[in-house]
């Protein structure tokens, strides 16, 4: 079956730097969807990918998706203390979810 | 516009006993999916629908787990009887086209003692 492999893991960064995590497939995806969970609450939808090669931003996050499309990446620019949380990515066929990327900042 | 409802938010049971777990999705979206997310396995689908009707309920861990959809508007899982290791956070997530861009409830945390 399908497999997503999220990376890394874990992140524990300093306010204001640069995040970079990525997505890989065992097979070819027409949609990459990144979403965010706070402790407590669901994951939240944070930007959604159609096209390969497509580039798209929201506010500080910027997501690729591969030209492989059989991958995908999100950045998130200069760090704040909210941005913490877990980061998955997600394909479609069910919409399989990767284990996530659990991101903390440090002030 | 309200997002997706679940209730309730904590369920506190003793081994055994019947969980119903209830969901509302987001008007006018017309599939419906429900999820468990646990530590160890992460985020799993259990069951989705699509118009009302069960699609896949592949990710229902067993005869114990059982989910309907009477109307565009509700849906419940139901976990009888229940088990400790069925203890996680239950989401239910709506979304306009199948499979795209799903909206989460805030989710169910069920500790079955």
């Known amino acids: 079956g399908q497999q997503l492999n999220q990376s890394p893991q874990s992140m524990f960064i300093q306010e204001g730097e640069d995040v970079s995590m990525n997505c890989t497939s065992s097979?070819?995806?027409?949609?990459w969807l990144w979403y965010k969970q706070d402790p407590g609450e669901g994951p939240v939808l944070l930007i959604a990918?159609?096209?390969?090669?497509e580039l798209t931003s929201n506010g500080r996050l910027t997501a690729q998706f591969g030209i492989t499309r059989k991958d995908s990446f999100l950045n998130i620019s200069a760090s704040i203390p909210s941005d913490v949380g877990i980061y998955f990515c997600a394909g479609p066929g069910k919409l399989i979810f990767g284990q996530g990327t659990t991101l903390q900042v440090k002030p | 516009d309200a997002g997706v409802i679940q209730s309730p938010r904590h369920e506190v049971t003793e081994m055994g006993q019947e969980v119903t777990l209830r969901c509302k999705p987001i008007s006018g979206h017309n599939s419906l999916f429900w999820y468990r997310q646990t530590m160890m396995r992460g985020l799993e689908l259990l069951i989705y629908f699509n118009n009302n009707v069960p699609i896949d309920d592949s990710g229902m861990p067993e005869d114990r787990f059982s989910a309907k959809m009477p109307n565009a508007s509700f849906s419940t899982l139901k976990i009888q009887p229940s088990e400790p290791r069925d203890s996680a956070v239950y989401f239910c997530?709506?979304?306009?086209?199948?499979?795209?861009?799903?909206?989460f409830g805030p989710g169910t945390r069920l500790t079955v003692l």
């Open positions: 997530a709506s979304s306009q086209v199948r499979y795209n861009e799903q909206f």
């Open positions: 990918l159609y096209k390969a090669g």
């Open positions: 097979s070819i995806f027409n949609t």
